[in-house]
């Protein structure tokens, strides 16, 4: 890292309170929320302010009532502000500030507020907006979209209040999310579910909780919460199985042992599946290259007699119907080009995974553009996925190369805090006005992170996660284990395990008196 010193520095906590915050955290997900809980509960410090653009708490866990409940325990609700679109932000080199426009939104229709915008300041800016936030647009390629009759939606935009009930209803997507939502509609009374997917996935079979979904439900949080460290326990064995996994199947020459794993989730996929869909819920690429899909009675579902799952390519819609193409070749069955009826045609066609903060505009030093500058390095890249030069004081949490594909990624938002806490403990302290990375630090981790890569199997196929075959600056491709046991793959490695001095925690960096 580099960072500035000064000798002196002002007071900038007498600012008016609603024109300036020393730390501004753009999310109210999980990474925001924890960020705020983490600077109250190991730097004693309140005075930041987190701005999402949603009407409620959670970010992608919107519907889950957990952040609400994380958000009261920490007594941040009042650090929080809701229906509000972080439209630019502009380092401010002479104040050594961010210069931020917001935009208040309207909570009902998300539409900009009649008070238009305004300009607030912070010293430092930490991103929590994470991946999963702008979904995919209309497929290209699929015509009629004018033309069509029926009710659009897209997964990450469900609304609270729709009816399914005697409705045509065509799904799209094999992901993670659309294989919640095909048995979780087919317990209405819809008529008839069509289900087209392009590539079937890697399914996992589900750990059945002890005595069964809802009694688990029930009872787990109060025996966690009576058992001393039986919830660390319990964390601590599933990372381990994970990790154990990523050693055995995602490093891309461990062949036979990946294709052990292949074959217990084909084992699974044709126990519960119906004979016909085997063909085309068989992947032909390997397991772990895409997001895997813990089976969540998905396929048990496909035996409703309402279910239809194709594979044939989607062409277009016309009026009330989905129109889909010509035989595709994971099907064991020769298919003409043929339409379904369509009242609500639902999209889980997934996220722009690889935009990271798109659209929000940021211009660092001398008018760097961020996304001008990682379009110019290839893709985005930053130091240990959390910061970037020419951009002080500015933190991502799930940054680019952050995310994992063989675990959870709550241990990555967590490191990524650790860190960041780390960085701006002497920029709060008031002995570091501006901290950044040293461009060659920059391209020595991405150079580190494109060999590792390599190695894996991510590599093997296109997914969400390189961008359909450009450049993936989404996973992170290592486990946390072998991180540690790894330092030149872990080029920062050291900074994470800084001890007490300045001088060690920006080791390697410019230090200017």
């Given at each position: 890292m580099?960072?500035?010193?000064?000798?002196?520095t002002?007071?900038?906590?007498r600012?008016?309170?609603?024109s300036?915050y020393?730390?501004?955290?753009?999310?109210a997900?999980p990474?925001?929320?924890?960020?705020?809980c983490?600077?109250?509960l190991e730097?004693?410090?309140?005075?930041?302010?987190?701005?999402?653009?949603?009407?409620?708490?959670?970010?992608?866990?919107?519907a889950?009532r957990?952040p609400?409940?994380?958000?009261?325990?920490?007594e941040?609700k009042?650090?929080i502000?809701?229906?509000t679109?972080?439209?630019?932000?502009?380092w401010?080199?002479?104040?050594?500030?961010?210069?931020?426009?917001i935009?208040?939104?309207?909570p009902?229709?998300?539409?900009?507020?009649?008070t238009?915008l305004?300009?607030?300041r912070?010293?430092i800016?930490?991103?929590g907006?994470g991946i999963l936030?702008?979904p995919?647009d209309?497929?290209?390629?699929?015509?009629?979209r004018?033309?069509?009759?029926?009710?659009?939606?897209?997964?990450a935009e469900?609304?609270?209040n729709?009816?399914?009930e005697e409705?045509n209803?065509?799904?799209v997507?094999s992901?993670?999310t659309?294989?919640?939502?095909?048995?979780?509609?087919l317990k209405?009374?819809?008529?008839?579910l069509t289900h087209?997917i392009r590539s079937?996935?890697w399914?996992?079979?589900r750990?059945?909780e002890p005595?069964g979904?809802e009694?688990?439900?029930?009872f787990a949080?109060?025996i966690?919460?009576?058992?001393?460290l039986?919830?660390?326990?319990v964390?601590?064995?599933?990372c381990?199985?994970?990790e154990?996994?990523w050693?055995?199947t995602?490093?891309q020459e461990n062949?036979?042992l990946?294709q052990i794993?292949?074959k217990t989730s084909?084992?699974?996929m044709?126990?519960?599946?119906?004979?016909?869909?085997?063909s085309?819920l068989?992947?032909?690429?390997?397991l772990?290259?895409?997001?895997?899909?813990?089976d969540?009675d998905w396929?048990?579902s496909?035996s409703?007699p309402?279910?239809?799952l194709?594979?044939?390519?989607?062409l277009?819609v016309?009026?009330s119907?989905?129109?889909v193409?010509?035989?595709?070749?994971?099907?064991?069955?020769s298919?003409?080009?043929c339409?379904?009826?369509?009242?609500?045609?639902?999209l889980?066609?997934?996220?722009k995974?690889?935009q990271?903060l798109?659209?929000?505009?940021?211009t660092g030093r001398?008018?760097?553009?961020l996304h001008?500058?990682?379009e110019?390095?290839?893709g985005p890249?930053?130091?240990?996925?959390?910061?970037?030069d020419?951009f002080p004081?500015?933190?991502?949490?799930m940054?680019?190369?952050t995310?994992?594909g063989?675990?959870?990624?709550i241990?990555s938002?967590?490191?990524?805090?650790q860190?960041?806490l780390?960085?701006?403990?002497p920029?709060?302290?008031g002995n570091?006005?501006s901290?950044?990375?040293?461009?060659d630090a920059?391209?020595?981790?991405?150079?580190?992170?494109?060999k590792?890569?390599q190695?894996?199997v991510?590599?093997?196929?296109?997914?969400w996660?390189?961008?359909?075959?450009a450049w993936?600056?989404v996973?992170?491709p290592?486990?946390?284990t072998?991180?540690?046991?790894t330092?030149s793959s872990?080029?920062?490695?050291k900074?994470?395990?800084?001890?007490?001095?300045?001088d060690?925690?920006?080791?390697?960096?410019?230090i200017y008196p």
């Amino acid at each position: 890292m580099a960072s500035s010193i000064q000798s002196t520095t002002p007071d900038h906590y007498r600012r008016p309170p609603d024109s300036y915050y020393p730390i501004v955290i753009i999310g109210a997900g999980p990474s925001g929320i924890a960020m705020g809980c983490q600077l109250k509960l190991e730097l004693h410090f309140d005075k930041f302010k987190i701005f999402d653009r949603q009407g409620g708490l959670g970010g992608t866990w919107w519907a889950n009532r957990y952040p609400g409940v994380v958000v009261e325990r920490f007594e941040i609700k009042d650090n929080i502000s809701l229906s509000t679109e972080m439209r630019s932000l502009k380092w401010r080199e002479q104040e050594q500030e961010w210069e931020i426009e917001i935009c208040r939104l309207s909570p009902e229709t998300k539409l900009k507020h009649p008070t238009g915008l305004e300009i607030i300041r912070a010293k430092i800016v930490v991103s929590g907006a994470g991946i999963l936030t702008n979904p995919n647009d209309w497929p290209e390629g699929v015509s009629g979209r004018d033309t069509f009759e029926g009710e659009v939606l897209h997964s990450a935009e469900w609304p609270q209040n729709i009816n399914l009930e005697e409705k045509n209803v065509v799904l799209v997507g094999s992901g993670c999310t659309a294989a919640q939502i095909a048995p979780a509609i087919l317990k209405t009374e819809l008529k008839s579910l069509t289900h087209i997917i392009r590539s079937p996935p890697w399914f996992v079979p589900r750990i059945k909780e002890p005595g069964g979904k809802e009694e688990y439900a029930k009872f787990a949080p109060k025996i966690y919460g009576s058992v001393p460290l039986l919830g660390f326990i319990v964390r601590m064995m599933i990372c381990g199985m994970s990790e154990l996994l990523w050693y055995t199947t995602f490093i891309q020459e461990n062949l036979k042992l990946r294709q052990i794993s292949e074959k217990t989730s084909l084992d699974h996929m044709r126990k519960l599946a119906p004979e016909k869909y085997h063909s085309m819920l068989t992947p032909q690429y390997s397991l772990g290259c895409k997001r895997r899909v813990f089976d969540n009675d998905w396929l048990q579902s496909m035996s409703d007699p309402r279910y239809t799952l194709t594979t044939q390519p989607w062409l277009s819609v016309e009026g009330s119907k989905v129109i889909v193409g010509n035989y595709d070749a994971n099907s064991d069955v020769s298919a003409l080009p043929c339409s379904y009826p369509t009242d609500v045609l639902i999209l889980a066609t997934g996220f722009k995974a690889s935009q990271f903060l798109h659209p929000l505009s940021i211009t660092g030093r001398q008018g760097a553009s961020l996304h001008r500058v990682w379009e110019e390095r290839g893709g985005p890249q930053a130091y240990m996925g959390t910061s970037i030069d020419q951009f002080p004081n500015f933190f991502m949490i799930m940054g680019p190369n952050t995310f994992v594909g063989h675990t959870s990624v709550i241990m990555s938002i967590e490191n990524n805090i650790q860190y960041i806490l780390k960085m701006i403990r002497p920029i709060i302290d008031g002995n570091v006005t501006s901290l950044e990375p040293k461009p060659d630090a920059v391209v020595k981790w991405t150079q580190g992170i494109k060999k590792d890569m390599q190695e894996t199997v991510y590599e093997s196929c296109q997914s969400w996660y390189n961008d359909s075959g450009a450049w993936n600056s989404v996973i992170y491709p290592l486990t946390f284990t072998s991180a540690a046991s790894t330092p030149s793959s872990m080029t920062g490695i050291k900074t994470l395990l800084y001890k007490a001095s300045l001088d060690e925690r920006v080791s390697g960096c410019c230090i200017y008196p």
